[in-house]
């Protein structure tokens, strides 16, 4: 079985050869400079990662490996419209260089390229997997549109925000798993459970990404710390504090949401002054755990020899505790 | 052969039937709204009518007519932002009421949903329809960017200009020929010869709508007049204007454009005038009958019943001779 430093390689030398040229070029240079960013190409590097696991043909995966991963590019495009997002990746996102209507066609023809990718594999199920990209695609839109509604509703619960970053996260990290297991024919229960070990791999990436956003610096993240809190996003971290802060601080926090961002680094410091108090790092670390160990029950139960269960499980494991 | 009339009924009917619910509503109930405006349901028609005079099943065709009418649909919904335009078939636009970011994702979706009723499609080729599908998505949305281009540029020609309508209009109105085509099992030289013929008519439709936004009535055209004329497009109009005025006329049109909207209505007239003066009506008229003729040319050379070549030219006319 490969490696996971192998399989990124495999992958990112695929990358490489990809050309997006294309007329107008105002559409085709952002996706190469999209695509050049960079960005830890965890879900192709699932996707060949679970296919090479199964048995399967890693090379004949790389066009459903490039789909994921256009596709994740085509959401962070769009994303970062909305979000208002200056920096992704340590660099100028693309509304920010080239403005918000050429951001949202790159984004479109990327979600079509994504497509493109998953046309060119060879595979008796590929309609299946065609279907499951595009209600994927679907999901994760769902789960924008729920992560902007909570950010201007009030009564958002942490059961809410987790059914919010299954859609807008986990599944498509799932469903990247699940296209490996299809791609090298794996067994329908297998799949089912390497699709749920995902699921909650991807609540677990999340809640770590959500932690960094408040704990994380911003050479090793490549954006600033606290856009989470600038943007009053309910994240797991802010939902917990309104729970169990006292009064006081609870106050705090609440009068800053919805607050115009007169003083944003007061904010971002206040807020986070509060979350240090409250042990949200740990508190958000054993949240994490828990989906953790719900992941490696749904993996005990894929029929897979011991190590390449633990290529796996290792691999989840760099997810979590990663420092960007 | 059924006739125009019977198609859209079937085809409307059809749609009735269709739900996009789903959640979050704020995504699915916008889906809802802007597939219920109405509209043509030309490039619908125009797949069934083809499938339909190549001797294919209608009813088997549905999906394929559904996922090009999803598709218009969705460009419609992005190009509405981008050109800032409020008001679509006579009722507010999409980001108009529910909001840019709320628009760019319902806009994913309905994306995701056209690609969907096209997974429906039980056909042999339907491998290369889907990949038809993309490659037009890719098309269109090159256009919409060119056409933003150009609204920049000072030296657009009118060549530029129809290369960017081929891509932007005609390529999906030629698609849906195709698409009808390919259903019915015509022969490669009939699909090619159809989709020329549908690059031409969807030619001369657009410089029909370029000739209503100058000279429509709002209660039938559904939106404003003179919305290209404020935004500066460059349309076969304005080109032509610039090409034959007179100095004196030529410089109050080159003063107007990119000059902010201190009086859009004076704005209007004026250049309303200009055009009048030209006789670009007429001009106007004379291009879309050149490119009529060429679609005639091409309808010629299919290998179809002459009644069936008659009632495929008869829609062709009712699209160029429309005031709506």
């Not at 679970?50 to 495009?77: K, R």
């Not at 066609?105 to 998953?118: C, K, P, Q, R, T």
Request: contains cysteine; negative net charge; glycine residues 6%.
């Amino acid at each position: 079985m490969h490696t996971y430093e192998e399989l990124l390689e495999k992958f990112s030398f695929s990358m490489e050869k990809e050309s997006f040229s294309g007329e107008p070029v105002e559409l085709y240079e952002p996706i190469t400079y999209m695509m050049e960013l960079g960005g830890k190409r965890l879900r192709p590097v699932l996707l060949l990662m679970t296919c090479d696991a199964f048995g399967g043909n890693v090379d004949a995966a790389i066009p459903a490996a490039h789909a994921v991963e256009m596709f994740h590019n085509f959401t962070l495009v769009h994303d970062d419209i909305m979000d208002g997002a200056t920096i992704r990746r340590g660099k100028d996102t693309i509304w920010n260089i080239w403005g918000e209507d050429t951001a949202i066609l790159v984004g479109d023809i990327m979600f079509a390229l994504a497509m493109e990718y998953l046309l060119q594999i060879n595979h008796p199920n590929s309609n299946e997997m065609l279907e499951l990209f595009l209600k994927v695609a679907r999901e994760v839109c769902e789960g924008q549109q729920l992560d902007m509604n909570y950010e201007e509703a009030d009564d958002t619960t942490i059961p809410d925000y987790l059914g919010m970053i299954r859609l807008k996260t986990a599944a498509l990290l799932a469903t990247s798993l699940k296209l490996g297991a299809i791609l090298a024919n794996a067994k329908k229960e297998d799949i089912k459970n390497i699709y749920e070990f995902g699921i909650n791999i991807g609540l677990a990436f999340q809640l770590k990404d959500d932690l960094l956003d408040v704990f994380g610096s911003v050479d090793k993240f490549g954006k600033m710390p606290g856009g989470d809190i600038l943007s009053d996003k309910k994240t797991f971290l802010l939902l917990k504090a309104l729970t169990i802060a006292e009064e006081a601080d609870k106050k705090i926090i609440e009068e800053y949401i919805g607050e115009g961002e007169e003083d944003p680094e007061q904010k971002i410091m206040d807020i986070t002054a509060i979350y240090s108090t409250l042990n949200l790092d740990k508190i958000t670390a054993t949240e994490m755990e828990r989906h953790f160990e719900r992941a490696e029950y749904y993996l005990e139960l894929v029929s897979l020899p011991d190590e390449k269960k633990a290529e796996l499980l290792s691999l989840a494991k760099k997810m979590m505790y990663r420092d960007q």
